[in-house]
């Protein structure tokens, strides 16, 4: 059969994917930046948001990279190990989001981008202050342990913090940077004097390079010995099997915690007091979405251009299908219980979050996202036959990667104020997701399509649903 | 069999049951264990259950003779044994429904020699449960207007209550459960009453079995049928547990409201679930003989399932840490360093709050305890198992005692701080309703199927009917399994 005599690599006769794809991604990139210098140099603070959600995108799609790596290598499933391959480059682009990393570190360090300010820049004019003010809860130094009266007195300060925030959000707003009273920002002083030395500083920066340092090191260790199993002799294509599903579970650990505080770091401290514990499930969610998208686009047009002859096909697509549609209903079980724990309880410095995300013309935005990321996809997704119709499969995945680029606005933007999409936003969005694609078309066109070397290979290929 | 479908043993796949298991072995193994006397074994549970479940008898007698008093639950512990005791009883529910559901939708084979077990634990764990919230009460005789029921006074349930979603939750989980489980037990009690040599036992399975005659258009409907049984059943793994997390998490009492409490109760739940199917499979397997079905690597894999779900129960327990320091909120620090972690922060007397070894009990456990589990050598270790299952078990138990009672008990202000003291009637009706759940269980085993039969066959290479046939796709359906015997 001609299966066997394929080498699964885009051919040189196919110009649109071996060199145009990136090509025209690079220049996607170029229109991008155009636009956001123009949008940097009439407001840089804006323009900061702005680059923050085109970097988050991108991180997304690194993230669900390395997480569809390790998941299939650590459950030793066959099925998906010809989709693995893009999740493989995907996730090797992990130096990328270092490299847009540095504009984004500079912004803040200079002051330029205004996001963390409250956070980072708290220790300017209170610098002595700060230092003294370790309050309760800070277990990391034996022998500071306080009494209940130090809690009585930092709580007084917290319950005018708590009215303060419930009279800002009953009382007419005028603007969200509107004018705080001087006692008002004292209490919201407080609460973050408590937490400053955990983002102030050199401690944010430095942790955001261990992030990207452990995913580095997890992208490029699946991506290497994926390639490195390609060439590979069949002993050695056993033991590299071996050895990345013995690391892939610690892998996975090491990819949670850094996923969950970076979502921390560089989404949730733009709200400096809101906090919420399932916020990295939720980040981590979207991006296993994201990854699964944008596997069933590119691999069915890659089937449709019989590039990976049927090592691809309606099966994979079925079941990546199907686990697409699984992870989008894992995103809306837990930005529902986010949603609805906040809702229902009602605590001010909690609510503050979605106050922000309902006002101020986001309300449509809202219900936008709950609607095309979760409702209309669900229904179309449910289908058995829509899963194995590749062009109607394509379509859903395709609608639900523009969705998760939307939810990603969604979580950045509002922080920003109003609903008002500018050029600066297309601009830094294009931008970063057209570096991304420019490296992942590139890194196709240079490497087998699929995990030729996998020993579970020929599994996968003779993959078939029993229903 | 087809070449790419064999086991790659230098990648360490292997086959799930031993060489030279048949079909026909595997009924004899599994339809014997209801047709012989019972060993032993068997009979020396089985007593211990009786008296147990006569000790739940009693101390309801008690309870509902005298009043909810009796139990410990005090001002400020309103909630003490009795929902912790509901929530890890449910929680148990939820291996069966995973193995049963959501294994059975990612195509895990291994399920096979341990769902119809993991299921009928499910319907027993929730029963057991059920009692708890129903007797809490205060007047169980009144619990039917927990149903919409019309009545003439015009009382309706509070639907805005987390404690109504939790009753139709539970019951929408116990009644698909039951049917979900009893779809499955058909093909195996026609075996049985096929293989029945008294009347009685004919007519009896024979009455269950609902005519099961294995042709092929019973099949095709069967294996439809449970696909949307497992359809309907894994949103309900999900639903069942994040709804009983709702109880507390739509509270504004720290310790209680976080948003990350529903899938952590889900992780933890499959965890606790796990563990109890695990050591009671250890015993029965040994009791009954059942080596040969329910193997070393069907084991090795349930490992690695506690291994994983209880590091989701551990990054679940860090991030409540992380957000009760982060969130800068003095009486969240206070539940989770005074009154859980025992140190950084002491009362007025410069004590610990006294309940602090609750919480290390749980960490040890459930946190600790699993990390065994990384080494292959641990994981297919029959004793390390089962210690390592039993602190589990104990664990969850701990974690939800420490997510109830520390959380109130000191809370806002001193002055209405209190502390909690189990008494003989909370400990016994603990007790008791492993009676029930012992008793319920050992039954099972005795007169069901403890194994599904048609499944486990289906497992097997030479039940695909394709097996030597090298045009992979002619075979649309793999797994048809063997028609019962």
């Known amino acids: 059969m001609s299966e066997q005599e394929h080498d699964y690599r885009i051919p040189d006769s196919d110009k649109l994917w071996k060199k145009n794809s990136w090509v025209f991604s690079a220049g996607i990139a170029a229109i991008g930046g155009i636009l956001s210098l123009l949008g940097f140099s009439s407001d840089a603070d804006r323009f900061g948001y702005s680059y923050l959600f085109g970097f988050i995108v991108v991180t997304t799609f690194v993230l669900g990279g390395i997480f569809y790596s390790a998941a299939t290598n650590f459950t030793a499933g066959h099925w998906g190990v010809t989709a693995r391959r893009m999740a493989e480059v995907a996730g090797s682009a992990a130096p990328l989001i270092a490299i847009l990393f540095i504009p984004l570190a500079a912004g803040v360090y200079t002051g330029t981008f205004s996001m963390y300010d409250e956070w980072l820049h708290l220790h300017d004019g209170h610098g002595e202050h700060g230092e003294s003010h370790e309050e309760h809860g800070d277990h990391a130094h034996e022998g500071e342990e306080h009494s209940a009266l130090d809690l009585f007195n930092a709580s007084t300060a917290h319950a005018q913090e708590f009215e303060l925030e419930r009279v800002r959000r009953y009382e007419p707003i005028n603007g969200l940077h509107g004018e705080r009273s001087a006692q008002e920002h004292a209490a919201h002083h407080h609460v973050l004097e408590h937490k400053s030395g955990w983002l102030a500083g050199s401690f944010w920066l430095v942790r955001g390079l261990i992030y990207l340092l452990i995913w580095i090191a997890i992208g490029i260790f699946y991506f290497r010995n994926s390639i490195a199993q390609d060439d590979a002799d069949e002993k050695e294509r056993f033991a590299i099997t071996n050895k990345v599903k013995s690391l892939s579970a610690m892998c996975a650990v090491g990819f949670g915690l850094t996923l969950t505080f970076a979502a921390f770091d560089w989404i949730m401290a733009m709200e400096p007091s809101w906090y919420s514990t399932i916020f990295g499930v939720v980040v981590f969610a979207g991006s296993a979405v994201a990854i699964l998208a944008i596997q069933t686009v590119v691999g069915i047009r890659l089937y449709q251009r019989g590039h990976v002859g049927e090592a691809l096909n309606v099966e994979h697509f079925h079941d990546l299908g199907k686990l697409l549609f699984g992870f989008m209903c894992f995103w809306a079980y837990v930005s529902f219980s986010q949603w609805m724990l906040i809702w229902y309880a009602g605590i001010p410095e909690e609510a503050v979050w979605y106050h922000k995300r309902w006002g101020h013309g986001w309300k449509f935005w809202s219900l936008f996202v709950g609607f095309g990321h979760f409702v209309l996809p669900f229904y179309f997704l449910i289908s058995r036959l829509v899963k194995r119709r590749l062009g109607m499969m394509a379509f859903g995945a395709a609608w639900l990667l523009i969705m998760h680029i939307c939810d990603v606005y969604w979580l950045i933007l509002p922080q920003a104020g109003e609903f008002a999409p500018n050029a600066s936003d297309i601009g830094a969005l294009l931008l970063c997701v057209g570096l991304f694609f420019t490296y992942f078309f590139w890194m196709l066109g240079r490497h087998p399509l699929i995990p030729v070397g996998d020993p579970r290979l020929a599994r996968c290929i003779h993959h078939h649903q029993s229903y | ?485």
Not at chain 2, 350 to 365: E, K
């Open chain 2, 1 to 485: 069999m087809g070449s790419h479908a064999a086991p790659i043993e230098e990648i360490g796949e292997r086959q799930l049951l031993p060489p030279g298991t048949t079909f026909s072995s595997i009924t004899e193994t599994i339809a014997g264990v209801t047709e012989k006397p019972a060993p032993r074994g068997w009979w020396m549970l089985f007593l211990p259950a009786l008296c147990l479940l006569g000790l739940m008898f009693v101390c309801i007698g008690y309870l509902l003779t005298i009043g909810i008093g009796v139990w410990g639950n005090n001002t400020p512990a309103y909630w003490a044994w009795d929902i912790t005791n509901f929530v890890w009883w449910i929680g148990i529910g939820h291996a069966g429904t995973l193995i049963s559901a959501i294994l059975f939708l990612f195509r895990q084979n291994w399920r096979t020699s341990i769902n119809r077990f993991a299921e009928a634990m499910t319907v027993f764990a929730v029963l057991c449960a059920a009692i708890f919230p129903a007797l809490h009460t205060g007047r169980p005789w009144f619990d039917y207007y927990l149903f919409p029921l019309p009545n003439s006074m015009g009382i309706w349930p509070n639907l805005k209550s987390p404690l109504m979603w939790d009753f139709f939750a539970v019951n929408t989980y116990l009644t698909i459960s039951v049917v979900f489980w009893y779809v499955g037990l058909i093909p195996d009690l026609a075996t049985l009453r096929d293989r029945s040599k008294s009347l009685l036992r004919k007519r009896a399975y024979g009455f269950f079995a609902l005519g099961w005659r294995g042709s092929h258009r019973h099949w095709q409907h069967y294996e439809r049928g449970y696909l949307i049984f497992a359809g309907i059943s894994t949103p309900l793994v999900l639903s069942v547990h994040s709804v009983v997390s709702f109880d507390f998490a739509t509270s504004v009492i720290p310790g209680w409201h976080t948003t990350i409490f529903p899938p952590y109760f889900v992780a933890g739940a499959v965890f606790s679930g796990f563990a109890l199917v695990l050591t009671l499979m250890l015993i029965v397997r040994s009791v009954f003989g059942l080596h040969s079905l329910v193997t070393v690597k069907h084991m090795d894999l349930m490992n690695k399932f506690m291994l994983a779900t209880g590091t989701m129960v551990g990054y679940a327990y860090a991030m409540e840490f992380f957000i009760a320091w982060y969130s800068g909120n003095p009486y969240e620090a206070w539940v989770f360093f005074h009154n859980r972690l025992g140190f950084g922060l002491i009362d007025e007397q410069g004590n610990w709050g006294p309940l602090w070894w609750s919480y290390w009990a749980m960490i040890s456990c459930n946190v600790l305890s699993p990390q065994v589990f990384w080494s292959k050598k641990m994981r297919t270790s029959i004793p390390v198992m089962f210690v390592v299952t039993i602190f589990i078990n104990i664990g969850m138990w701990f974690e939800r005692f420490v997510i109830i009672v520390t959380s109130v008990y000191r809370d806002y202000l001193p002055g209405s701080w209190g502390s909690f003291e189990a008494t003989w009637v909370d400990i016994g009706l603990y007790c008791g309703t492993f009676g029930l759940f012992l008793t319920l269980f050992l039954l099972f085993v005795r007169w069901i199927p403890m194994i599904a039969i048609a499944e486990v066959k289906a497992t097997l290479p030479h039940a695909h009917p394709h097996a030597h046939d090298e045009h992979e796709h002619e075979h649309a359906h793999d797994a048809v399994p063997a028609p019962a015997e």
